[in-house]
Every structure is written in structure tokens, then in C-alpha cells.
């Protein structure tokens, strides 16, 4: 089993950042891929960024490449910068053994977070 904790979510303007984490506990092999994802309502869950923490190679959309950053230590990351009002979203946590569908599908992954909100004002 893993759990995720998602925090760091918050309001800000366009033009800003801020650093999402992700504390995870658990299996370390189930933690073998990690990722970020995001959702509005009416809308199907999206991949952001995920990483491989093994090999440490990252991946992105292309709707935030260059602006978002994935990083880990004993504790997920995402730095967001440049902060877009269609970046608002409830923004998830998620771990994996294994990228089965692919490293952008959410099916792939088995643990989730409850997810924190991040809120664009333009």
C-alpha cells in the first residue's frame, strides 16, 4: 500500500508560482513511477508531469513544458511558474509499479491522492 498527501495548492495571480508536494509513504517499489495530475469538473483527468524515480527521467505536457518543474527527494514535487489562469485545477498526486497504459494515463496508476486546488485568477 502507499499513501500520498498531497499540499501547497492555493489562489494566486497569473504570472505566479507555486510549489505543490506530494508526501508519500509505502511500498517503494509501487512508488517506482510518480506523477502529477490535474482535473476540472466536466473535464477527464490530464497528465502534467511524472518521473521515473529510478532513472530520474521526467516528462511533460506539452501545456507546461518550460514552465513546470517534477522533482523528488523523499517528497514529490511540482514548482509551477508562470502561472496560467487555464492552469486552474484540483491537482492529484499518483504512484505506480508500473506505466502499463503509458506514463501520461491515469489508468496506469494505482495510488492517488486526495488532491489540492490551485485557482488562476487573471
Known amino acids: 500500500q502507499v499513501q500520498l498527501v498531497e499540499s501547497g495548492g492555493g489562489s494566486v495571480q497569473a504570472g505566479g508560482s507555486l510549489r505543490l508536494s506530494c508526501a508519500s509513504s509505502g511500498s517503494t517499489y509501487s512508488r517506482n513511477y510518480m506523477g502529477w495530475f490535474r482535473q476540472v469538473p466536466g473535464k477527464e483527468r490530464e497528465g502534467v508531469a511524472v518521473i521515473d524515480t529510478g532513472r530520474g527521467h521526467t516528462y511533460y505536457s506539452d501545456s507546461v513544458k518550460g514552465r513546470f518543474t517534477i522533482s523528488r527527494d523523499e517528497t514529490l514535487y511540482l514548482q509551477m511558474n508562470s502561472l496560467k489562469p487555464e492552469d486552474t485545477a484540483m491537482y492529484y498526486c499518483?504512484?505506480?509499479?508500473?506505466?502499463?497504459?503509458?506514463?501520461?494515463?491515469?489508468?496506469?496508476?494505482?495510488?492517488w491522492g486526495q488532491g489540492t486546488q490551485v485557482t488562476v485568477s487573471s
Open positions: 499518483a504512484a505506480t509499479p508500473s506505466w502499463t497504459y503509458g506514463y501520461f494515463a491515469p489508468r496506469s496508476y494505482n495510488y
